[in-house]
């Protein structure tokens, strides 16, 4: 709200500072009238999703994922839920939701991170909001604890969207990042083609809370092997992590297929201009365009602010949990 009072000059009077008083007062009450229609609705609103992913697979495995994979994914969407139930921002449960993928040390992402072909281990996350079209990542980070926690502080603590490489690492640390030994630390899953693969990968999370607000993040420790600096999809805002006021999206997959395409960044475009079904624009991108055209591989997760649910995967499907306010958590690997 805007006084013009509140305008100083050299000549203020005494109507003036009485002017500006009482408009500082009016703006403070209608801040504070704004903030309780807020809180009540997030108290009134009772629809809220979380949805996670933790691995691609390109064909039906008996072997994966296993039953450790498959719980920890279990109690990461029941966590959520609950989260979620008692009032907490969307933005809070995808940050603990993959913080928690991050510190199990089963996935492809933080603990779990795979090695790169120089045998050290370079991880990449972001983070954004649909309300705000705020957002954060950082990539090819190597002492970071927690990728996800870092690009939040990207988003909350810089005026900056990504920040990369062992500059942008110390910056972060600076602002309170924690921090690792990577030689103690890390203890990267097992290699994706091996006979034992138990099918470990990127893991993402997308939420809508009480309030109608979207969010979503994406971590993982990139491509097995991928040359050292190598980037992919994750940290990149439209490519894998995406959210406004109608969508929210996390992808997995071969990374430089989703940059190329702006992968969720298109199916959120194809939802909004086009007007198509999230599951028709995101079965276009992914199977369509990726898919088909492309011939590569990889998965969305999505939510709308409706409330559709939407797994699409070039191959299988890809490990994911959901929960609503109405359906208790479920985990699943086919897509479809």
């Not at 072997?63 to 719980?71: G, K, L, Q, S, Y």
């Not at 996935?107 to 909001?129: H, L, Y």
């Not at 969508?247 to 992968?263: P, W």
Request: aromatic share 6%; hydrophobic share 40%.
């Amino acid at each position: 709200m805007y006084f013009r009072c509140a305008r100083l000059n050299d000549k203020l009077t005494v109507c003036g500072v009485r002017r500006l008083v009482i408009g500082a007062l009016i703006g403070m009450i209608y801040c504070a009238a704004a903030d309780a229609q807020t809180g009540a609705l997030c108290q009134t609103n009772n629809k809220f999703t979380i949805l996670v992913h933790g691995g691609y697979v390109g064909e039906a495995r008996p072997d994966w994922p296993d039953a450790a994979v498959r719980e920890l994914t279990r109690q990461i969407v029941t966590r959520g839920r609950a989260r979620l139930e008692s009032g907490a921002a969307a933005l809070d449960v995808v940050v603990e939701s993959i913080a928690a993928f991050e510190d199990s040390g089963q996935t492809d992402s933080g603990k779990g991170s795979f090695q790169n072909s120089a045998g050290f281990t370079e991880t990449d996350a972001s983070v954004m909001v649909g309300s705000t079209g705020k957002s954060g990542a950082v990539a090819a980070m190597q002492r970071l604890k927690n990728p996800i926690v870092a690009a939040r502080l990207v988003m909350e603590k810089t005026p900056h969207v990504l920040f990369v490489g062992p500059a942008g690492e110390q910056t972060l640390i600076d602002l309170g990042a924690e921090t690792v030994d990577p030689k103690a630390y890390y203890k990267p899953v097992a290699e994706p083609q091996a006979s034992k693969n138990k099918g470990h990968g990127t893991v993402g999370a997308i939420a809508m809370d009480r309030c109608g607000v979207l969010a979503a993040g994406t971590s993982t420790g990139g491509t097995y092997g991928k040359m050292p600096g190598r980037v992919g999809d994750s940290p990149i805002i439209g490519a894998s992590t995406f959210a406004n006021g109608q969508v929210a999206l996390s992808s997995t997959g071969a990374g430089e297929y989703f940059i190329r395409r702006g992968a969720t960044r298109d199916i959120a475009a194809r939802v909004e201009y086009l007007h198509m079904s999230l599951k028709d624009a995101t079965d276009a991108v992914i199977k369509g365009l990726i898919g088909k055209e492309d011939g590569a591989r990889g998965a969305v997760i999505a939510i709308s602010s409706s409330g559709d649910v939407v797994v699409s995967s070039t191959g299988y499907g890809v490990l994911h949990g959901y929960a609503t306010q109405s359906v208790l958590p479920t985990v699943a690997v086919k897509s479809d």
